[in-house]
């Protein structure tokens, strides 16, 4: 077992134990990957200060999210297929961000259902992400559920309307469960600990969606239901009423442009996540960091600004914050770690993450995450 001292070796393990429709339908990014790739290099031109000779006892990296007290300013990102990835990948990842200290996000596209996420972390409250399907009778029903199990807030992705085209996942024909072409069959088989994991589950589907509508009960059904069902024609409108029917604390996620970012203000949500998706939809977006700071400057007084998006690193959260997030994100970081370990995986990025924060924090001559801002970048290397 090699010794893990970063997300890049998590990322190289998970490789090796993930079949390769589920490893690369994490790592990938739509069309040229150009806005998947910038999300994580516009991190590396932004310069700290270095700073010395300063107490740099007693540090903290505790903060709110939402107004909930989170361990240090990140959350894991909702994603769909987590399931996939390792089996009850979503039980998982919630348990590791409960202990940990920090929410979990649950994406309607997930293995394990809400019900099943809040039994198997015994009630602790953890966010939910909708997507808004042309059935509305059952998005009432899914928000309603979401309510039932106690989820702490609402997060509505708006960047996922109509799907962009990510090349791996159409080459390796990636469906859940997944086709057994005698390719997929032979690299799966190669994949003990994942084989043996998925044996040991019941849950090889989408979890929110099978038994929960009408017609859906097979695989044909299933498929054919998914591929109609994303509303290309949702709107502002559309956020009012969810809005109205959760009643709770609405984040909207996937906020690129200063316009979208003042009605996002309009709409009266609590936060918004600067968010291309991951780099998934929109190739040639700009990255998220990139767009974090004027959107910081229009609204940020306003509204509770998050973004996700390339964050690989504790350095990279740091410089997040410094720009002005109140919270950040992290997707493929935890994937990995999932991927690679299970659950452990998920605890040891968690702790990579924290630790470079934490000292990196205290490079940059600041005890208190709550105390920093753009002051610990270099001027001239940072987006304004
Ligand atoms: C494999 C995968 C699946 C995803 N599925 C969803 C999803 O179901 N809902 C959603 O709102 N975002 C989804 N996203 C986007 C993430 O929530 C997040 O915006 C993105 O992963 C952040 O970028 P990062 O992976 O570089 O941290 C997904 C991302 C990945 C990598």
Same mark, same amino acid.
């Not at 990948?89 to 409960?98: F, Q, W």
């Not at 609402?154 to 086709?179: C, E, F, W």
């Not at 019941?202 to 929960?212: D, E, K, L, S």
């Not at 909207?252 to 442009?257: R, S, T």
């Given at each position: ?254 906020? $690129? #442009? /200063?316009?979208? =970012? %003042?009605?996002?203000? @309009?709409? !009266? ?8 998706? +991951? ?35 504790? $350095? #990279? /959260?740091?410089? =997040? %914050?410094?720009?002005? @997030?109140? !919270? ?8 990995? +770690? ?47």
């Amino acid at each position: 077992m090699p010794v893990i001292t970063s997300i890049e070796d998590l990322r190289i393990l998970a490789k090796k134990r993930v079949p390769r429709m589920f490893y690369d339908y994490v790592d990938v990014g739509s069309w040229t990957e150009s806005t998947y790739r910038a999300n994580s290099d516009d991190f590396q031109p932004i310069k700290l200060r270095q700073r010395v000779a300063i107490n740099m006892e007693n540090r903290s990296t505790a903060s709110t999210m939402l107004g909930q007290r989170v361990a240090m300013p990140v959350a894991i990102a909702p994603t769909g297929l987590t399931g996939m990835v390792s089996a009850d990948g979503e039980i998982k990842a919630a348990n590791a961000a409960k202990k940990f200290g920090i929410p979990f996000t649950l994406s309607t596209m997930s293995i394990c259902s809400i019900e099943d996420v809040a039994q198997g972390t015994g009630g602790h409250p953890f966010w939910f992400q909708l997507y808004v399907m042309k059935d509305r009778d059952y998005i009432e029903r899914l928000i309603d559920r979401a309510k039932a199990a106690n989820c702490s807030a609402l997060m509505l992705t708006l960047d996922l309307q109509i799907i962009g085209q990510r090349h791996k996942d159409l080459k390796n024909g990636l469906s859940v469960p997944p086709r057994l072409t005698t390719l997929n069959l032979m690299n799966m088989m190669t994949k003990v600990r994942w084989g043996l994991g998925m044996l040991g589950t019941r849950r090889h589907n989408f979890g929110n969606i099978v038994g929960h509508v009408k017609g859906v009960d097979s695989l044909t059904t299933l498929s054919e239901w998914t591929a109609k069902q994303f509303d290309p024609a949702l709107n502002w409108g559309d956020v009012e009423w969810i809005k109205k029917r959760w009643g709770g604390k609405l984040i909207l996620k996937g906020i $690129q #442009d /200063v316009e979208d =970012a %003042r009605l996002a203000v @309009a709409s !009266g949500a609590d936060a918004l996540i600067v968010s291309n998706h +991951g780099g998934r939809q929109l190739d040639g977006a700009p990255s998220s960091i990139s767009a974090t700071p004027a959107i910081v400057n229009a609204v940020g007084s306003q509204i509770e600004v998050h973004m996700d998006g390339g964050i690989r690193s504790g $350095q #990279d /959260v740091l410089k =997040a %914050r410094a720009l002005g @997030a109140r !919270g950040t994100y992290i997707g493929r970081a935890f994937l990995y +770690g999932l991927g690679a370990l299970g659950e452990a995986g998920v605890s040891k990025a968690l702790e990579i993450i924290h630790k470079e924060l934490d000292l990196t924090m205290a490079f940059c001559g600041r005890t208190h995450i709550e105390r920093v801002d753009h002051g610990i970048l270099l001027p001239g290397t940072y987006p304004t």
